[in-house]
Structures are given as structure tokens and as C-alpha cells.
């Protein structure tokens, strides 16, 4: 009898899941728009204000906060939970049976609704019974670690000369960047040793948990695993382990439900992102991935891989848009293929190596189904150097660990380089690569070289393009229906590359003497020109109007 008991309580809780269903709700408009952009201090924090200007990122109704009033009457609704908002979107996650929330498109105020199951999205949806799998626990391949009395995160910092940026006369280190950290959870980050130092300068600026809506990002202990992402970056114990940003600022943010797996996680995610926009975050380092969800009818099948389909990959694009650099574990798939939102064009997506520099087997591949090539680069992610919750130094496996390893080294090179945006800086870490040349989807352009791009970086300009010196013009500038470039007798066997916002390149062309740039079929907005020659390499910012 009690094993009947047991089995109905369990159907039932299968169909109660069943019922309830994730989805979108697109708003139509938002309140105080025009008086918002142009008191953006209103909205946005000084930081976020000086970093957009800056890099000429335009402040625009994206950067206006969801209407409130109309959230709270989305609570108010039959059955209706609200579980997430984006601003940049326009959009709110809620969660109710599928009746409740189709409902709500008779509501004024909204727009659109888009249901997590796509197959809902129809008028008629198909019949067949749903799948319910077990609970996936995406960090169970890292958490098999093994724990050294001593050891030192040397290897994984040399690979890519992040150590001779701290070695620098300048002492490149992190100072004055800021970087979010989106993970899981952090325990024992606000006590352990190995944060020390860094509370101690006061560069640990706190955070938030998303997911149960609390500033104390330290209290949730379901999962450590941004605790030993952020020691790749920040954690140091004196003689035996150095971060590779360990003077860097972080903000933490968990929106990451582990084990369990659900679209409200993306809605999280983006959710975090613009809170660090708003709070003029340099960048984003994420070790998370989704593809395969608890309810199969949620998952992202390979195609849906392709950089603009996923919630959170049109999230990570806008953040990349608002010109924070975006950096994104590949995943441990395989062959298998990324998750989102690495496959994003805007995301920096990072693979793994073993300490010799081999493809790590687990390291997700990139495949003809993304937009740009992925992943971008690689670094250690086997048998990476950690510090875990217990304040222990441990290894582990995971693409996890490549993105914050690179990360900080990325947050040291930008450090060196303030007057370039975060698209230059992409593109001069994926030229220093090993295989910039000849990528292929197992290590994309290949292990990254940072003395070589802080020496690429030096030669750039970035401003006034009319005269990038006495031997080189480029006008006008903003143009709206072509480019003259003017070289002089030096520069005969020159080539010019264009470069969208988000780092891909969309042209390239040998130029001699007198060259017209044709940009009538180039949308309005930013891009990056490159002008190479034997001895001189120029990257310039060009805005078509």
C-alpha cells in the first residue's frame, strides 16, 4: 500500500511539472523613455555612463528599465508567476499552465508571447506525450577533482604570457578593471583565505543571486563552482597560487539553479548582464552553457545553435553591443557541440587544452552551424589549477576554467590598453593566437599569445580617422555612402580588413594608392577598419550614417 502511495504522489508531481509551462511575454512600450536617455545618470551609474561613452556605445531605450506597473499587473494575473525581467528585451519571464499564460495576450500592454517549448508557439500544438529526463548535473564532469598538499597555477598563466603582463614595468594585474562573474554559486568567497587579499583592497564589490532574489550571493551552497571559477581570476596564497586578475574588481552574480535545469536560467542570466551594463562592468565572464533541459521540449537541438536563436544568446549579443566583452565557456560536449551562449558572434568563446597545449577530448567543438568561428581561442582546462570552497588548491577539468584563466588575462591586456574597445581587443587576442591562420573548430584560432597582442595593441589608433598620419587618409568620417583612402608611395602592397561591432570580419581587399569604399549595403553604425602593411598595422573606428 505505501508503495502505491508512493508511486501516485509521484505521477502527480510528473503532471503538475507537466502543467506548468516557461514563456516570454514581449511588452510594447516603456515609460519615461525620451526623458530617461537624456538623463541617463538616472538609469544607468556614472562607471556605465563613462565606459559607453568612451567607446562610443550609444545610450538608447534598451538601457530604460521595464515598465514596473506593468509588471505588477502580470503578478496580479490567474496562475501567473514572474519569475525574471530584461530591459533589454522589453520582456518579462513568467511561468503558469499554458491556458493562464496565453491568457495574457489580452492584456494592452503586451506584445508578444514566446513559449520556452516552441512547440506551443503554434496555434495547434501537437498532442504527443511530453518526456520528463533526470535532473542534469552540467557540473558533475568538473567536480571530480584531486587535491595536492601544493601546487601552482604557473602552467596555465605561462601558456598564455599572462604572467609577463604582471611582470610588466607597468605591472599589468587587473588594476582598475571590473569584471562580473555569472556562475552558480560562491560559498565561503566572503571568508575563505585564498579572498583575502583581494576583500582587502576592497576590490570584491558584492553582488546578487538572481535566482533567490538576495544580495547575499554567498548564503545558496547547492553549488562552489563559481567559487573556484573566480580563483582562476582572483584567487591568491602566498607562494602557491596567483589568479590571472588578481588586482581586478568583481562582481558576483548567481543565476544558475544547479542541478537542475530550466529556460528561467537564461531569463536570469540576461537579467544579471544588464544589472552589470548599468553598473559599467568591463566584463562578463560565464561558466555556464545550455542546450539540454529536465523538460526535453525546452532543449536546443544543434541548429538551434546559430548564434541568434537562444534567449541568452541575443542577450550575450546585446551586452556585447553595449560594448562589454563577453566571455563564455565553449562547454564539455565534445563533438557534441556547443551550448548557448557561446555560440553567440558577440561571445568570446573559449575552449580547453591540456597543460601541453592538446585539445582537451571533453572541450565542446564548434561546428558550421555558428555565425563566427568557435571557438575563439583556447587555453589550460585540463587539470586547471582551482582553489575550491574548503580553500584547498585542487584540479580540475573544464572549459569552465579556460574562460575565467583567459579572462583575467584578457581584463590585464585591456588594462594596457584603455583606448581600445572590446571588439579590438577580441580580435588582437585571436591574432596572437597560435593558429590565427588555419582554425578549426577543435581549438579555433588557438592558444592565445598576450605579450604578442600587447605589442599589436600599442600601434593602434583609435579616434579622428581623416589623418591617421602624414602618409595615410582616410575621410570622411561619418560617411554615409563611401570611404576614400589615400595612401603615399610607401604603402604599395597594403590590404584593408572591415570589421563589424562584433568582431567579424566582413571584407577585406588588397588597396593601392587611391582606394573608394563602397558602404551602401552596410547597415548604419560602427566598424572597425584595419589598414596592414610591412611595418605598419592602423585599426580605426569608422561610423556609417
Not at 54 to 74: C, F, G, K, T
Not at 213 to 232: E, I, P, W
Amino acid at each position: 500500500m505505501e508503495k502505491k502511495v508512493i508511486v501516485f504522489v509521484f505521477l502527480c508531481f510528473q503532471f503538475y511539472g507537466f502543467a506548468q509551462e516557461d514563456a516570454w511575454v514581449y511588452l510594447k512600450d516603456k515609460e519615461n523613455v525620451a526623458a530617461s536617455i537624456a538623463n541617463p545618470i538616472s538609469i544607468l551609474t556614472q562607471k556605465s555612463i563613462d565606459r559607453k561613452n568612451a567607446h562610443s556605445v550609444a545610450i538608447d531605450e534598451r538601457d530604460v528599465p521595464v515598465n514596473e506597473n506593468y509588471i505588477s499587473q502580470l503578478k496580479t494575473q490567474t496562475g501567473i508567476t514572474v519569475l525574471a525581467k530584461s530591459k533589454w528585451f522589453n520582456a518579462v519571464h513568467v511561468r503558469g499552465t499554458q491556458t493562464n499564460i496565453n491568457a495574457l495576450s489580452g492584456l494592452s500592454f503586451v506584445d508578444q508571447i514566446s513559449f520556452a517549448d516552441t512547440s506551443l508557439n503554434f496555434t495547434e500544438s501537437p498532442q504527443e506525450r511530453r518526456q520528463q529526463r533526470p535532473a542534469i548535473n552540467k557540473f558533475e564532469f568538473e567536480a571530480n577533482s584531486t587535491i595536492f598538499n601544493y601546487g601552482n597555477a604557473l602552467n596555465q598563466i605561462e601558456m598564455f604570457k599572462g604572467d609577463d603582463l604582471h611582470q610588466h614595468a607597468n605591472s599589468y594585474t587587473g588594476t582598475g578593471m571590473t569584471i562580473a562573474v555569472i556562475d552558480a554559486g560562491f560559498p565561503n568567497v566572503n571568508t575563505m583565505g585564498a579572498f583575502q587579499r583581494l576583500r582587502d583592497a576592497g576590490n570584491l564589490l558584492g553582488g546578487y543571486d538572481f535566482f533567490d532574489r538576495t544580495s547575499d550571493v554567498y548564503a545558496n551552497t547547492s553549488s562552489s563552482h563559481g567559487t573556484q571559477v573566480l580563483s582562476n581570476m582572483a584567487g591568491f596564497v602566498q607562494d602557491q597560487y596567483v589568479g590571472t586578475a588578481p588586482d581586478a574588481s568583481y562582481y558576483l552574480f548567481r543565476t544558475e539553479n544547479a542541478p537542475n535545469e530550466n529556460p528561467v536560467e537564461e531569463s536570469l542570466w540576461v537579467e544579471a548582464a544588464e544589472r552589470a551594463d548599468s553598473l559599467g562592468v568591463d566584463i562578463i565572464n560565464s561558466s555556464l552553457g545550455y542546450k539540454d533541459y529536465d523538460n526535453t521540449n525546452y532543449s536546443y537541438s544543434a541548429s538551434d545553435l546559430n548564434g541568434n536563436t537562444a534567449y541568452i544568446t541575443k542577450g550575450a549579443n546585446i551586452a556585447s553591443e553595449k560594448g562589454i566583452l563577453v566571455i563564455n565557456a565553449a562547454g564539455n560536449s565534445g563533438s557534441s557541440g556547443l551550448g548557448a551562449p557561446a555560440d553567440g558572434a558577440g561571445v568570446f568563446t573559449i575552449g580547453a587544452v591540456d597543460a601541453s597545449g592538446n585539445y582537451a577530448s571533453f572541450s565542446s567543438q564548434g561546428s558550421t552551424n555558428q555565425p563566427t568561428q568557435k571557438p575563439d581561442v583556447v587555453v589550460q582546462g585540463e587539470a586547471s589549477y582551482v582553489i575550491n570552497e574548503n580553500n584547498t588548491i585542487t584540479t580540475s577539468n573544464g572549459t569552465s576554467f579556460s574562460s575565467p584563466t583567459i579572462a583575467g588575462g584578457v581584463a590585464c591586456l585591456w588594462q594596457a590598453l584603455p583606448n581600445l574597445n572590446h571588439t579590438q581587443i577580441m580580435q588582437l587576442v585571436r591574432e596572437s593566437a597560435s593558429q590565427y591562420s588555419t582554425p578549426d573548430y577543435l581549438l579555433g584560432y588557438g592558444i592565445p599569445n598576450l605579450v604578442t597582442a600587447l605589442a599589436a595593441g600599442e600601434t593602434l589608433s583609435i579616434g579622428d580617422v581623416n589623418n591617421i598620419n602624414n602618409s595615410v587618409k582616410v575621410y570622411p568620417n561619418p560617411t554615409k555612402n563611401e570611404l576614400n583612402i589615400i595612401l603615399s608611395s610607401d604603402y604599395k602592397d597594403a590590404n584593408l580588413e572591415v570589421y563589424d561591432v562584433l568582431g567579424k570580419k566582413i571584407l577585406e581587399s588588397p588597396i593601392h594608392d587611391k582606394y573608394k569604399l563602397n558602404l551602401l549595403e552596410l547597415a548604419k553604425g560602427m566598424y572597425l577598419i584595419k589598414i596592414k602593411s610591412k611595418g605598419f598595422s592602423k585599426t580605426v573606428k569608422l561610423i556609417k550614417n
